[in-house]
Nanobody
Framework: QLQLVESGGGLVQPGGSLRLSCAAS????????VGWFRQAPGKDREGVSC????????NYADSVKGRFTISRDNAKNTVYLQMNSLKPEDTAVYYC????????????????????WGQGTQVTVSS
């Protein structure tokens, strides 16, 4: 079955950048829509950005629009989240998840359960 592994998190200063990766195995990732989610201590999980199957649409949470960019590289079976102009409030554990169907709007909004999740990668934004 599909397995997902996140990487690329770390400690950065405000205004800095990170590029997260979500690497898939088991199945080719182009069959799946993929989303990035984050959860900070004491807060609910938040949908950050989602991308549909190959050449599909993208969406973003209002809090990250203009700063984050989601993309996919099917040759590497990987989805990326480029995070620029990072703020302390971006600090969280970031997870990727995959779905073989349904809209990315409902995916990012948490309106349906997702079966495939990575283990998460910590992003900390602090001076």
């Amino acid at each position: 079955q599909l397995q997902l592994v996140e990487s690329g998190g770390g400690l950065v200063q405000p205004g800095g950048s990170l590029r997260l990766s979500c690497a898939a195995s088991g199945y080719r990732l182009h069959y799946y829509s993929v989303g990035w989610f984050r959860q900070a201590p004491g807060k609910d999980r938040e949908g950050v950005s989602c991308i549909s199957r190959i050449d599909g649409a993208t969406n973003y949470a209002d809090s990250v629009k203009g700063r984050f960019t989601i993309s996919r590289d099917n040759a590497k079976n990987t989805v990326y989240l480029q995070m620029n102009s990072l703020k302390p409030e971006d600090t969280a554990v970031y997870y990727c998840a995959a779905s073989p169907g349904g809209s990315i709007a409902t995916m990012c909004a948490g309106e349906r359960p997702l079966d495939y999740w990575g283990q998460g990668t910590q992003v900390t934004v602090s001076s």
